[in-house]
């Protein structure tokens, strides 16, 4: 990552110090002139905008811990923050993320039924209205959305969630009228390679894969080449419609024998006998783990059987360095990884499998969270010296968007209070 000096480029080289520091975490300024190549007075200078805009904050290093002269922490704010949004066919989780990494606050309302994308959008509103009592002067740069189903790329048109029975719906325009905030969305499995890639399992890797499971199905992401692979419209990574068996079972578009028809969240909770609602992925582990039951073992054991079919086609084709999992596919990695390795490497070849490594994903619950987050931070982190790079021109928490009161959400699905502070 190399900085220039010039002035024609000081946008360029304030992107690549927040980025850094978002990134990669908190870094002396010392440290900050070797990443860069840029030299001190330059770094002081970008530093000092950075501060002056609410970006980032400059702390006093240990003393105790660096020889000779100690140069000052740059850590990016805690309080400039992004709204993430995760609907499911269950539930509406809304979280507050910030610039640092911190999940500062996390709510997950569980829906009787399946949301429309109206009523979706009016608890997204309601809690979001909420939260404000809770914030203070916290400042949002905008909100971003991680859908179960094919988003469009260029507009964030959800074209696709089989799931929610979401068609062609216009999410972000419906959510930006009614918050007033910029709102970006994207397919959720693709989001979660996105976090795991920069804060989790995946950080350093340049080719990985990341399968969601939820309880809107599976789907999954990819970067090849250190390069995010989207596909011509945003729609790669569709593994949950991959054939893994001659069944009859049939996924959300139809199709039998797929990943997503054979390897299901619901059979799970169905042999453990768990509200799906009342259980998110990592009760879903814990009761997995504490379970003796033979048909929950059973169950277990043909649902990692089929996940290593399409698994081994993803390393035969991909031949990527590292596969996440996440979600409920988390969940069944933990009961038995032996199992799920062999029948990985009983279908792949040898030499594609000897340097790929399989794991959970390291941000649990947090990480598409952490995805959207990171699709609504971009902006900010192409340009700090935009709109939405100066703190006076955020979107402050303490203002209620127009239209978002809690009384607009229909009375069988009500948002919760979220007035409690961090």
């Given at each position: 990552?190399q900085?220039?000096?010039?002035?024609?480029?000081?946008?360029?080289n304030?992107s690549?110090?927040?980025?850094?520091?978002?990134?990669?975490?908190?870094?002396?300024?010392?440290?900050?002139?070797?990443l860069?190549?840029?030299?001190?007075?330059?770094?002081g200078?970008?530093?000092?905008?950075?501060?002056?805009?609410?970006?980032?904050?400059?702390?006093?290093?240990?003393?105790t811990?660096?020889?000779?002269?100690?140069?000052?922490?740059?850590?990016?704010?805690?309080?400039?923050?992004?709204?993430?949004?995760?609907?499911?066919?269950?539930?509406?989780?809304?979280?507050?993320v910030?610039?640092?990494?911190?999940?500062?606050?996390?709510?997950?309302?569980?829906?009787?039924?399946?949301?429309?994308?109206?009523?979706?959008?009016?608890?997204?509103?309601?809690?979001?209205?909420?939260?404000?009592?809770g914030?203070?002067?916290?400042?949002?740069?905008?909100?971003?959305?991680?859908?179960?189903?094919?988003?469009?790329?260029?507009?964030?048109?959800?074209?696709?969630?089989?799931?929610?029975?979401?068609?062609?719906?216009?999410?972000?325009?419906?959510?930006?009228?009614?918050?007033g905030?910029?709102?970006?969305?994207?397919?959720?499995?693709?989001?979660?390679?996105?976090?795991?890639r920069?804060?989790?399992?995946?950080?350093?890797?340049?080719d990985?894969?990341?399968?969601?499971?939820?309880?809107?199905?599976?789907?999954?992401?990819?970067?090849v080449g250190?390069?995010?692979?989207?596909?011509?419209?945003?729609?790669?990574?569709?593994?949950?419609?991959?054939?893994v068996?001659?069944?009859?079972?049939?996924?959300?578009?139809?199709?039998?024998?797929?990943?997503?028809?054979?390897?299901?969240r619901?059979?799970l909770?169905e042999?453990?006998?768990?509200?799906?609602?009342?259980?998110?992925?990592?009760?879903?582990?814990?009761?997995?783990?504490?379970?003796?039951a033979?048909?929950?073992r059973?169950e277990?054991?043909?649902?990692?059987?089929?996940?290593a079919?399409?698994?081994?086609?993803a390393?035969?084709?991909?031949n990527?360095?590292?596969?996440?999992l996440?979600?409920?596919?988390?969940?069944?990695?933990?009961?038995?990884?032996?199992?799920?390795?062999?029948?990985?490497?009983?279908?792949?070849?040898?030499?594609?499998?000897?340097?790929?490594k399989?794991?959970?994903?390291v941000?649990?619950?947090?990480?598409?969270?952490?995805?959207?987050?990171?699709?609504?931070?971009?902006?900010?982190?192409?340009?700090?010296?935009?709109e939405?790079?100066?703190?006076?021109?955020?979107?402050?928490?303490?203002?209620?968007?127009?239209?978002?009161?809690?009384?607009?959400?229909?009375?069988?699905?009500?948002?919760?209070?979220?007035?409690?502070?961090?």
């Open positions: 990552m900085g220039n000096n010039h002035d024609d480029v000081r946008r360029h304030l690549i110090i927040l980025r850094l520091v978002h990134r990669e975490g908190a870094a002396s300024r010392a440290q900050l002139t070797r860069t190549g840029l030299n001190r007075s330059t770094i200078a970008l530093v000092a905008e950075l501060v002056e805009r609410g970006l980032v904050e400059e702390r006093t290093p240990d003393p811990k660096l020889a000779g002269r100690p140069s000052p922490i740059v850590a990016a704010s805690d309080r400039v923050v992004a709204i993430a949004v995760n609907p499911e066919i269950d539930a509406i989780t809304v979280g507050v910030a610039l640092s990494g911190v999940v500062h606050r996390s709510i997950r309302f569980a829906t009787p039924t399946t949301p429309t994308a109206a009523e979706a959008v009016a608890i997204t509103a309601g809690i979001i209205a909420d939260l404000r009592l914030l203070g002067d916290y400042s949002i740069v905008g909100l971003g959305v991680a859908v179960p189903g094919l988003v469009r790329a260029h507009d964030g048109l959800v074209r696709d969630a089989p799931h929610l029975g979401w068609v062609d719906v216009p999410l972000c325009e419906m959510l930006a009228a009614v918050t905030l910029p709102v970006v969305a994207a397919n959720d499995a693709s989001l979660g390679v996105t976090a795991e920069y804060f989790g399992a995946g950080q350093g890797m340049a990985l894969i990341y399968l969601n499971g939820g309880s809107s199905g599976i789907g999954g992401g990819l970067v250190g390069v995010a692979a989207g596909g011509r419209a945003g729609y790669s990574g569709e593994f949950g419609h991959t054939r068996s001659a069944g009859y079972r049939t996924d959300s578009a139809g199709i039998a024998g797929t990943l997503e028809a054979e390897v299901t619901g059979a909770l042999a453990l006998g768990l509200c799906a609602g009342e259980t998110d992925a990592d009760t879903l582990e814990r009761a997995l783990l504490a379970s003796n033979p048909a929950v059973a277990v054991n043909r649902q990692l059987d089929f996940l079919v399409a698994l081994a086609g390393v035969n084709i991909l990527p360095e590292l596969i996440v996440g979600g409920f596919l988390a969940a069944l990695y933990a009961v038995d990884p032996g199992r799920l390795t062999r029948a990985v490497a009983a279908l792949t070849l040898g030499t594609a499998l000897d340097e790929v399989i794991a959970p994903a941000l649990g619950s947090n990480l598409l969270l952490i995805g959207a987050a990171e699709l609504a931070f971009e902006t900010l982190l192409l340009d700090p010296q935009s939405s790079g100066n703190s006076s021109g955020l979107s402050p928490l303490s203002v209620r968007a127009a239209g978002s009161s809690p009384a607009a959400v229909s009375p069988e699905i009500a948002p919760p209070a979220a007035n409690q502070p961090f």
